[in-house]
């Protein structure tokens, strides 16, 4: 082999990616004890070298930090939620107030962005958006915590995650939502959406839902409620499904405001009118939801004080302080499509 050899040879030699040789070489738990002994035997053949200079400069600040961004289905293929481009803006804003530059990246779930990002020492830390199932990212979040990697996500506040997270009281805005609805006369309130601990947001929404419902001598009946994800289509879907089931209902909560949207199609489509047959209310205070017709209720989450939130936590885990995950209070938004007539 002529000229200096490179963690990309060792790679080819042992039948592995250059990344995988970046994180054996660093001792990282990430790697099999297999596949660290292939690794060291093609080290030792080739009689390789470690860049202490090259790796003392990917180990310096850079001064920038890394926002992930999580595929999604959205009608309009762009598949970011709508929700998260407001959250965009703020970490942004955050960012440069802090004097910090923000690489944003659009990930799949592979099985290893959680180990090739970090890896890759682009930015000091990651901010994950719209992960998904949770408890399918877990373990990868688990795997980050203990390698070392400065991460912050938003979402929900668990009493187990590995993580430090800033969230919403999803509980306190079902509640408040489906409370509202109860005052305009509701008596059998459908909810859409995923209430598993697949999707904690969502099971902590519905929650507050049962809560009020329980609060007012009703009950959560199973036939009510619906699973979907945040998605127009789903929304739409799962208003379809009650109607087959034959089920009776006079509101609809939906667990975010793309699912309220899809559902308020589906009911005009069906010659249901909102509200004056079916109160309904989202989840999340996304731009068009004012702009629906008629003009969506749903609960606001601050977005500007989550970005801030979010920024601050993870430079506080980068210079090596404590971080504690943050819970931002609900507000409810009335509008129109809520308001029953008298």
Request: charged share 25%.
């Amino acid at each position: 082999m002529k000229g200096k050899v490179t963690s990309f040879d060792i790679a080819h030699l042992a039948g592995v990616s250059q990344s995988t040789v970046s994180r054996a070489l660093r001792g990282s738990p990430l790697v099999n004890e297999e596949t660290r002994r292939r690794i060291q035997a093609a080290v030792d053949e080739l009689n390789y070298k470690v860049d202490k200079n090259a790796s003392n400069l990917r180990a310096r600040h850079t001064g920038t930090l890394a926002l992930l961004l999580f595929e999604d289905p959205t009608a309009d293929e762009s598949h970011i939620n709508p929700f998260f481009l407001s959250m965009l803006g703020s970490i942004t804003r955050a960012c440069a107030q802090r004097g910090h530059d923000l690489l944003i990246s659009f990930q799949q779930f592979s099985h290893d962005w959680h180990a090739d990002y970090a890896d890759s020492k682009k930015a000091d830390g990651i901010i994950l958006l719209g992960y998904g199932d949770y408890l399918a990212i877990r373990d990868k979040l688990q795997k980050l915590v203990d390698q070392g990697t400065h991460c912050v996500r938003w979402g929900a506040v668990l009493p187990d995650q590995p993580d430090v997270s800033v969230g919403c009281d999803n509980v306190s805005g079902g509640h408040a939502i489906t409370a509202h609805l109860i005052e305009q006369g509701c008596r059998r309130i459908a909810f859409l959406g995923d209430a598993s601990s697949h999707y904690p947001e969502f099971f902590d929404r519905y929650h507050g839902y049962a809560q009020a419902l329980q609060e007012a001598g009703l009950e959560a009946e199973p036939l009510l409620q619906v699973n979907g994800e945040s998605t127009e289509r789903s929304g739409y879907d799962a208003v379809e499904t009650l109607l087959e089931r034959g089920v009776s209902f006079d509101g609809v909560f939906a667990a975010s405001d793309l699912i309220a949207i899809g559902a308020m199609r589906a009911l005009a489509d069906h010659g249901l009118k909102v509200p004056d047959d079916i109160a309904l209310a989202g989840f999340d205070d996304i731009p068009m939801a004012s702009f629906a017709n008629p003009p969506l209720t749903t609960v606001l989450q601050d977005t500007k004080q989550a970005g801030e939130i979010l920024v601050d936590n993870l430079l506080r885990l980068i210079r090596g302080e404590s971080a504690e995950s943050a819970m931002l209070p609900a507000r409810l938004v009335v509008r129109k499509s809520s308001l029953r007539p008298r």
